[in-house]
């Protein structure tokens, strides 16, 4: 067999679509010559409906890591109270850089595998003596493959605090409907490699006006990730302060090709398709899910098969049947396993995964259960076409 035909289903990085691969093929440019401000603000301006962003996308060489580093280090002062919300890994790490960059970190801890209730974070605000400076939240939380009712939540902290709403949405935006201004979002990151199918090397940070007043008014000590400096390179020039990831950009320019010629609605549609598929082919063979069917996220599905058997799982669809699953991090570590289903995915790639699960399941079980879970799925799909 071809062994080096990759089956890649981790949530990030995700496979990359061949005519993205030729776009970063180029010859390098300068980016202080003529051509790069029309690449970056053709980029920036595009990306502004799949951020549901008011204004263009800053875009910042760096992981996603890089993106949530430069939402925190742009709005908090040492000794500010921020509210973080944790529900799985992403949530943690968020807490851990408002920490870092000396915030008075308040947890909102979650119980991993659900989603931020509303009222949750209502009476966790009405409990703090504190002014908020921001409330971190992740749209996403990949750990756990859950969805959090951002605008929901986005509602409470206008209503309960004078301070920013600050979106995590690494593993989801470009899969998932976004609107800042709708959901009272005012700092909304990404990184490339995750739906937006290109590979890792750049974090994007969309900002609201709101939230570029804060900034600039923000003391902390900073120099790469210091927004004022994008912001005015972006004003004045189109450009970036620092030399950016210029292949990448070529390569975010094409992904916005490809989104517009599936359309953006589609492309929402498509993700909620191949969740459906893969959360339904899953049940039909017996195996439990981590998070119920209204808060599963459109890019991930985690899967808690019985007897924490999830890593065996994984080792058998990786040795043998070339597919590269992710697993469960932190307190989920051999619990679950993660199936990613966003970027450059469709129904076939659904199907795929599913047929070697099926081989897998057979084989630990000894049981009959091949065209079990593809079957359910194609029914899935075909109610779709
Ligand atoms: C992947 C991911 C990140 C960032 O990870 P990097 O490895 O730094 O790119 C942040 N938040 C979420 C929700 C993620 O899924």
Same mark, same amino acid.
């Given at each position: ?23 970063? &093929? ?7 010559? !003529? ?38 280090? &742009? ?26 960059? /000396? ?30 400076? !921001? ?46 201004? /709708? ?44 927004? &004022? ?56 063979? /017996? ?78 079980? &000894? ?19």
């Amino acid at each position: 067999m071809f062994l080096d035909k990759e089956y890649l289903f981790t949530p990030g990085p995700t496979p990359i679509p061949d005519r993205v691969k030729i776009a970063m &093929n180029q010859p390098m440019i300068g980016h202080r010559g !003529a051509a790069f401000p029309v690449l970056l603000e053709d980029v920036a301006t595009r990306l502004q409906p799949v951020f549901g962003a008011d204004n263009p996308v800053l875009i910042i060489s760096g992981s996603g890591t890089g993106a949530l580093e430069t939402a925190a280090v &742009n709005v908090i002062d040492p000794g500010d109270d921020v509210v973080v919300i944790v529900g799985g890994a992403f949530g943690d790490r968020f807490a851990k850089i408002c920490e870092a960059h /000396g915030a008075n970190v308040h947890k909102l801890e979650v119980e991993w595998g659900t989603a931020c209730q509303p009222e949750q974070l209502e009476d966790f605000i009405k409990s703090l003596d504190a002014n908020v400076k !921001a409330v971190f939240a992740t749209y996403c939380e990949t750990s756990t493959s859950i969805i959090h009712p951002i605008k929901q939540l986005g509602e409470v902290t206008k209503r309960l605090t004078d301070g920013l709403f600050i979106v995590d949405g690494v593993s989801c935006i470009g899969g998932v409907p976004a609107d800042m201004a /709708g959901w009272n979002i005012d700092i909304l990151v990404s990184g490339s490699q995750k739906a937006l199918m290109l590979p890792p090397g750049l974090a994007f940070v969309a900002v609201s006006d709101h939230a570029k007043e804060a900034i600039q008014k923000t003391k902390n000590t900073r120099f790469y990730f210091d927004l &004022n400096r994008y912001f005015d390179n972006y004003d004045q020039k189109k450009s970036t302060p620092f030399t950016p990831a210029i292949s990448l950009i070529y390569g975010a320019q094409e992904v916005c090709n490809m989104i517009d010629e599936e359309g953006w609605e589609n492309v929402i549609k498509r993700h909620e398709l191949l969740k459906t598929m893969t959360r339904e082919g899953v049940k039909a063979l /017996g195996i439990p899910l981590l998070t119920n069917d209204k808060e599963a996220s459109p890019t991930v599905t985690a899967v808690m098969p019985k007897d924490d058997q999830a890593n065996a799982i994984r080792k058998i669809m990786k040795d043998k049947y070339h597919i590269s699953l992710a697993g469960g991090q932190q307190k989920l570590s051999g619990k679950i396993f993660r199936i990613g289903h966003m970027g450059y995915c469709n129904p076939y790639d659904v199907l795929t995964v599913l047929a070697a699960l099926e081989m897998t399941i057979k084989e630990m079980e &000894n049981k009959d259960v091949l065209g079990l879970a593809t079957k359910r799925a194609q029914e899935v799909w075909a109610e779709h076409v």
